[in-house]
């Protein structure tokens, strides 16, 4: 009996790219690559979502499914679209597929085998892991290749370097012109203290937030990605001695988390209870701090829950393995 079996696995999503990318990045932590499912429910069925039924045109006896057999020893997904579709090929493969599901379902516990939210989500049950940052598809091996080949305009820059990470609008929160005023100021000393900034901005940076945060790089001597060539957004946390980011982005505080370095957020206007939870719970544990125009905090242990969450998973489909009969070799 092999004692590490390598399990096949889906990802089951509707194509969205951070509900995606989360599960493929735990995936990768059990050490498979996935088969990417999408589901693409018709109106009304995407109306009924999560709770279903599925899109019958997308069943699994359809031979263009997203949920066609072979049906896979365990299955990932996550976004409120691929809640009954998981349901419904876990019925379809008689129990046989070990199912996960990344986030609060909406459907209770239920809704898959094993469950994974953040501590500011209020879902728990025994089958519930529960984290304070998200899963994401950074390994320490990738931040270590990066810091050991930085790109020639990085590398160049003067100690210490803080990443600055921009973030914009979003449901929650908005950058008024006296929020954009505040920012810049605070980058503005930063610089002016020593450190070297270098940063990007993201796809939701209004044009007006980009150009007044270019405008201290500009006036400082740091590097600001101007949009051309490959996103910088690794190289940028890897060779970071502090690291500024927005709060409008639950997924860039906890990743910046993973590099082990101060984690410095700036809280534009607006906010929501979940994301004010995960700051307080990573002030707690020393990563994060209020950035106010200056260095603050040291090091510390990285934060990362996605070994975390793959190792849950692999136990789980193990002991089902088991509870099943089947042979894990």
């Given at each position: 009996?092999?004692?590490?079996?390598?399990?096949?696995?889906?990802?089951?999503?509707?194509?969205?790219?951070?509900?995606?990318?989360?599960?493929?990045?735990?995936?990768?932590?059990?050490?498979?690559?996935?088969?990417?499912?999408?589901?693409?429910?018709?109106?009304?069925f995407a109306w009924?979502?999560?709770?279903?039924?599925?899109?019958?045109?997308?069943?699994?006896?359809?031979?263009?499914?997203?949920?066609?057999?072979?049906?896979?020893?365990?299955?990932?997904?996550?976004?409120?679209?691929?809640?009954?579709?998981?349901?419904?090929?876990?019925?379809?493969?008689?129990?046989?597929?070990f199912t996960v599901?990344?986030?609060?379902?909406?459907?209770?516990?239920?809704?898959?085998?094993?469950?994974?939210?953040?501590?500011?989500?209020?879902?728990?049950?025994?089958?519930?892991?529960?984290?304070?940052?998200?899963?994401?598809?950074?390994?320490?091996?990738?931040?270590?290749?990066?810091?050991?080949?930085?790109?020639?305009?990085?590398?160049?820059?003067?100690?210490?370097?803080?990443?600055?990470?921009?973030?914009?609008?979003?449901?929650?929160?908005?950058?008024?012109?006296?929020?954009?005023?505040?920012?810049?100021?605070?980058?503005?000393?930063?610089?002016?203290?020593?450190?070297?900034?270098?940063?990007?901005?993201?796809?939701?940076?209004?044009?007006?937030?980009?150009?007044?945060?270019?405008a201290v790089f500009?006036?400082?001597?740091?590097?600001?990605?101007?949009?051309?060539?490959?996103?910088?957004?690794?190289?940028?946390?890897?060779?970071?001695?502090?690291?500024?980011?927005?709060?409008?982005?639950?997924?860039?505080?906890?990743?910046?988390?993973?590099?082990?370095?101060?984690?410095?957020?700036?809280?534009?206007?607006?906010?929501?209870?979940?994301?004010?939870?995960?700051?307080?719970?990573?002030?707690?544990?020393?990563?994060?701090?209020?950035?106010?125009?200056?260095?603050?905090?040291?090091?510390?242990?990285?934060?990362?829950?996605?070994?975390?969450?793959?190792?849950?998973?692999?136990?789980?489909?193990?002991?089902?393995?088991?509870?099943?009969?089947?042979?894990?070799?």
């Amino acid at each position: 009996m092999h004692e590490n079996p390598k399990p096949t696995v889906w990802v089951l999503t509707d194509g969205k790219a951070g509900d995606e990318g989360q599960c493929i990045g735990v995936a990768e932590r059990l050490g498979v690559v996935p088969e990417i499912r999408r589901v693409k429910p018709r109106k009304p069925f995407a109306w009924l979502m999560p709770r279903g039924p599925i899109d019958p045109r997308e069943g699994p006896d359809r031979p263009d499914s997203p949920i066609r057999p072979p049906f896979p020893d365990i299955a990932i997904a996550s976004g409120r679209r691929a809640v009954a579709y998981l349901r419904a090929m876990k019925k379809a493969s008689n129990g046989r597929s070990f199912t996960v599901f990344l986030k609060d379902p909406r459907t209770g516990t239920g809704a898959a085998d094993l469950i994974w939210v953040s501590e500011h989500d209020a879902l728990r049950g025994d089958n519930v892991l529960v984290t304070t940052t998200s899963p994401h598809r950074l390994t320490p091996e990738k931040l270590a290749a990066a810091r050991a080949a930085p790109r020639a305009s990085i590398a160049a820059l003067a100690r210490p370097r803080v990443a600055v990470l921009v973030g914009g609008d979003s449901r929650h929160h908005r950058f008024t012109p006296t929020d954009i005023e505040r920012f810049t100021a605070e980058l503005d000393a930063l610089a002016q203290s020593g450190a070297t900034l270098m940063g990007s901005p993201s796809r939701r940076t209004s044009p007006a937030l980009a150009k007044a945060v270019s405008a201290v790089f500009a006036r400082h001597g740091g590097w600001w990605w101007d949009g051309t060539g490959e996103n910088p957004y690794l190289a940028l946390i890897a060779n970071a001695e502090a690291i500024v980011v927005t709060a409008d982005s639950t997924n860039m505080i906890g990743e910046a988390t993973v590099t082990g370095v101060p984690v410095l957020v700036f809280e534009p206007g607006g906010g929501h209870a979940k994301i004010t939870a995960l700051i307080a719970s990573l002030k707690r544990q020393g990563a994060v701090h209020r950035f106010c125009g200056s260095l603050e905090g040291k090091a510390y242990q990285p934060i990362d829950s996605t070994p975390i969450i793959a190792d849950a998973i692999r136990q789980g489909w193990l002991r089902h393995r088991a509870a099943l009969g089947l042979d894990a070799a």
